[in-house]
Nanobody, 115 residues
Framework: QVQLVESGGGLVQPGGSLRLSCAAS????????MSWYRQAPGKQRELLAT????????NYADSLKGRFTISRDNAKNTVALQLSSLKPEDTAVYYC????????WGQGTQVTVSS
């Protein structure tokens, strides 16, 4: 069955960095444009970044202002999100999914930015 398993979250101080990873299984990963999303408490889930199936084209939410970088490894069926210059407002549960969120959601990984 389809599984998306996110990892790499944690508690980090403002200005710090984290690398999130998502392992996908149960579908032909290399066929799909993949995305990272996040959901902060009391807010709707928002789209952060998207990477094309072959990894060439990447798009980011304007609000990120270059702080996050998406990448993928089709040989390992993984997609990653490098977070840098983290701010308290980046605190959220982070998820991966296909563009358009066509797969069942995983459990996400919690990122907490606090001093």
């Amino acid at each position: 069955q389809v599984q998306l398993v996110e990892s790499g979250g944690g508690l980090v101080q403002p200005g710090g960095s984290l690398r999130l990873s998502c392992a996908a299984s149960g579908f032909t990963f290399s066929y799909y444009t993949m995305s990272w999303y996040r959901q902060a408490p009391g807010k709707q889930r928002e789209l952060l970044a998207t990477i094309a199936s072959a990894g060439g084209t990447r798009n980011y939410a304007d609000s990120l202002k270059g702080r996050f970088t998406i990448s993928r490894d089709n040989a390992k069926n993984t997609v990653a999100l490098q977070l840098s210059s983290l701010k308290p407002e980046d605190t959220a549960v982070y998820y991966c999914n296909t563009a358009g969120a066509t797969m069942p959601w995983g459990q996400g990984t919690q990122v907490t930015v606090s001093s």
